[in-house]
């Protein structure tokens, strides 16, 4: 006997954008494209730390890597942590 599992998120993306669906509570969250790049770069990256995904990050999107863009990243990462879309470290 077989068992099947669905995954417990499906992402759909649109260009640079995405809506995560969560099969088990049901919420769904809209990622928009900095969430999305930086949701991206956690899940290829998932040993980095904060600092080194706001580089690789930044890396990605062609920005400079200030201090005031590694705010913005951290803050996103915990927005993503506290959706529950990203495993706190």
Request: with cysteine.
């Amino acid at each position: 006997m077989s068992s099947h599992s669905t995954p417990a998120r499906l992402l759909k993306c649109w260009g640079d954008e995405a809506i995560v669906y969560d099969t088990g509570s049901g919420d769904t969250h809209y990622l928009k494209p900095l969430t999305l790049a930086l949701y991206q770069t956690c899940r290829e990256h998932p040993q980095q730390t904060a600092p080194e995904i706001a580089a690789l990050l930044a890396q990605r999107l062609n920005v400079a890597d200030t201090p005031q863009f590694r705010e913005l990243a951290e803050d996103v990462l915990t927005d993503l942590r506290n959706i529950g879309l990203l495993a706190s470290p």
